[in-house]
């Protein structure tokens, strides 16, 4: 009987011994934190208002304002006299080099009545401003039939300002030279002999 006993226990121990650990083991709990009280409630009697995300800067002095219309006008006006300086001796350029001036020139050299007054060597008188080419006034068109020019000449005897002026009536038809005259500065006025274009 008590050999019966030992052989119960001692079967029943490891079974007994398995559920008490595992007893003590699930049976453990963490310490908890200690109770901690609410945080006061704030109330607002207002909207919110939105608050700046970045502290401005102080106010400074502004730098001194300075006037762009001065040099932007002086700039304009150089760039309009280059442009018309430029269109002047380009025109002027045009009317030296036509057919027109050359045969005028070529009848003054040829007329007697020039050269006792103006000497010999007539050619046109140049000016500064041109870089030593004469300047010639007026107009120079042959399409619509129109010329009328004037420029100085001179020669080894005296100076004079040459005037010439033609026109075509119609289409096809030769010009009619109107005026050719040389006003001499001592006041001399020369007719040159008509001659036709």
Known sequence: ???????TKLRLSPASRITFSS?????????RPPPVDPPPTETFSAASKPREYYVRPSPRDLPPYHRTWPAVLGL??????????FFC?????????SSVTRHVLTTVRESPEVRGVLGEAVRPEPAW?????????G????????VDISFRVKGHKGAGTLYFTSIRKA???PFTILRFKIIADDGTVIQVPLATL
């Open 1 to 7: 009987m008590q050999a019966a006993r030992s052989i």
């Open 23 to 31: 007893r003590r083991c699930f049976a453990t709990e963490l310490p």
């Open 76 to 85: 304009a006006v150089a760039g309009v006299s280059v442009w018309a300086a």
């Open 89 to 97: 001796y380009a025109t002027n350029q045009e009317r030296l080099s």
């Open 129 to 137: 401003y041109l870089n030593g080419d004469p300047w010639v006034a």
């Open 139 to 146: 107009t120079v068109n042959m399409l619509q039939g129109h």
């Open 171 to 173: 289409k096809g038809e």
